[in-house]
């Protein structure tokens, strides 16, 4: 696979995005619970939309940037010296993961044919991929620091409330919701879109 200064211009844009998105949540919705995030359903729409290559590299990128930079206010230095490169990449691991199961459906998935079943659909994969993504992330902090006694008990605590009022995996279900309200009409509105065809075409590949 060849990346053309296109393709490496079209994914940084969307990586971008994917942060300011992040980072517009957190900013304009203060109120809205920790675990309710819009970075991974952008991260899969980018590999539905542009293919599960675009949607590894914007993944990777966007997820480990925003794990250094938490919150657009905080210099850099603040958090490269604490956070741990296993946590890192194991996180960066999994943003691609979105991006990449994105990709493989969007080259699969019929794009004409997107009423409620395909609704439906998309919600179900972002309650498994979240559901993937809260285990594994459970047992990225348990190899990157030394807060828990074992991976079981790592992953218990995923759906267990320790220092929230609510349990970690509460993220696989808004996640659910927000894939069926914010997935499938992105998807439909890029794809519907004028260039649309011309750019998912060159770029889906």
């Known amino acids: 696979m060849h990346w053309t200064t296109r393709k490496i211009a079209l994914a940084s844009a969307l990586t971008a995005a994917t942060i300011v998105i992040a980072y517009a949540k957190g900013l304009g919705m203060a109120s809205l619970p920790g675990l309710v995030e819009f970075m991974t359903v952008t991260i899969f729409v980018t590999g539905f939309c542009f293919g599960w290559r675009v949607g590894l590299v914007v993944g990777s990128i966007a997820v480990t940037l925003y794990m250094l930079i938490p919150s657009p206010f905080a210099h850099p230095a603040a958090w490269i010296f604490t956070t741990s490169p296993t946590l890192l990449a194991v996180m960066a691991l999994l943003g691609a993961f ?95 879109a004028p260039f649309a065809k011309q750019v998912t075409e060159r770029f889906h590949f």
Do not use: C
Not at 105 to 117: A, D, F
Not at 145 to 151: D, E, K, M, T
């Open 98 to 192: 979105y991006g990449v199961v994105g990709g493989v459906l969007g080259k699969i998935r019929n794009p004409e044919k997107k009423g409620l079943k395909f609704v439906v659909e998309i919600a179900l994969w972002g309650g498994i991929l979240t559901f993937i993504y809260d285990i594994f992330s459970s047992i990225g902090f348990y190899l990157a620091y030394p807060v828990y006694s074992s991976v079981f008990e790592a992953i218990v605590l995923t759906f267990m409330p320790l220092y929230y009022p609510y349990p970690p995996i509460i993220h696989t279900a808004t996640n659910i919701v927000v894939f069926a309200i914010v997935a499938t009409p992105l998807i439909i509105a890029i794809q519907s």
